[in-house]
Each structure stands twice: as C-alpha cells, then as structure tokens.
C-alpha cells in the first residue's frame, strides 16, 4: 500500500486492522468473559527477533508499519484500496487476523513476517494484480522466508522478556464460580492456571 515498500522486499509489520467479517476471532465465545488487550497486537521482542533473521539474509526488511486484514477471496477494488491507503495502511493481507488475536488470548508470542508480492491496485503504474504475478514473487519469497525461519531458531532464547505469556492474568471479567463446567473443561489450557 506504500511506494516504499516496494514487491520483493519483507516488512514486519506492527500495527494491524481488522477488516474481516465471516470469521471466528475468539476462544472465549462461551460463557467466560475474557478481554484481553490487543493494543499493540504483535509480540516486540519476537518481532525484533524476525526482524533479524530476516536481515541476516542479506533481503530488504522494513520494520514498522500498519497491516490490514481483508476478508478476501477477491482482491480489493480501486475505491477500497484508495481508502485502505487514506487510513494510513502499509500493507494488505487476508490473513494474521484472527491469528494475532488468538495467540493473544492463547497467551502465544505472535509476530509477523510478511512478503511484499504487489503494490495493489491503487499504484497507477501497476497492472491489476493477477494470481500470476503474486504466486511468481511468491516462490522467489519462499527461500528467503526459510533462511530467515533457520536464522531465528538461533536467536530465540528459551526466557521470554515480553507481556505475552500473561495476557490472559487480568482479563478474566467473569466470577470463576460462575464459568459453567463445560466452558471450564472447555477452557482449561487457556485459563485452567487461573482459575481457583
Ligand atoms: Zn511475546
């Protein structure tokens, strides 16, 4: 969505928006209120791992930016994509949501390393995106996205210096004793350690 984040080039991004309509964005649709916060969505500390990783390839990484998440299949038109980029996205996508949020609420470090295939179809230079042109940047990303994966397993430290692991500490707004045995049962790796 930016000139400067141009096809080829890698973006960790650290903002994302939610624009998806059909899909199951929660574990907690039972009768356990939970509201955790997705302020800042992407774990920093991975983040900045992959971030590394990826510059260890040599590739071209951007560190930064606003992803937003349409519900897809079909590509955006003119008209959205213009206003995608009047809201100040960077990138586009039909995935990461609802991933980041369920990592969230799986109190699971989550971050992004996504691969710029196309410029959209606002960039008035630019053909309409064709499959064609996404799949064929797409495989060149590939081995780029394996290097970087191998590079980060040796970054990564088993103590973890982030908030995620506690997501879920505060954010439990139901009585415990008023969470029913099935959503309990249902619940239990989630929530199971908080629980009386
Ligand atoms: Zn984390």
Not at 43 to 60: P, R
Not at 136 to 142: E, G, K, Y
Not at 147 to 168: F, I, K, Y
């Amino acid at each position: 969505m930016r000139e400067d984040y141009a096809p080829g080039e890698l973006v960790i991004p650290d903002g994302l928006f939610d624009f998806t309509r059909d899909r199951k964005r929660t574990f907690f649709d039972c009768n356990c209120v939970v509201h955790i916060s997705v302020a800042d969505p992407f774990c920093n500390a991975l983040s900045e791992k992959v971030y590394q990783a990826v510059q260890q390839t040599g590739a071209i990484v951007h560190y930064g930016g606003s992803l937003i998440t349409i519900e897809g299949p079909r590509f955006s038109t003119k008209s959205e994509s213009n206003v995608f980029r009047s809201w100040g996205m960077s990138i586009i996508g039909m995935t990461t949501c609802p991933e980041a949020f369920l990592a969230r609420e799986a109190e699971m470090c989550y971050a992004v390393m996504a691969h710029v295939t196309d410029y959209d179809v606002w960039h008035v230079s630019e053909l309409p995106v064709t499959v064609e042109q996404v799949i064929q940047v797409l495989n060149r990303n590939t081995s780029t996205a394996q290097e970087a994966v191998r590079n980060l397993a040796q970054l990564l430290t088993p103590e973890r210096t982030c908030e995620c692991g506690q997501a879920v500490k505060n954010a439990i707004i139901t009585q415990p004793e008023r969470i029913s045995p099935k959503s309990r049962q249902i619940l239990e790796p989630l929530i199971g350690k908080y629980l009386p």
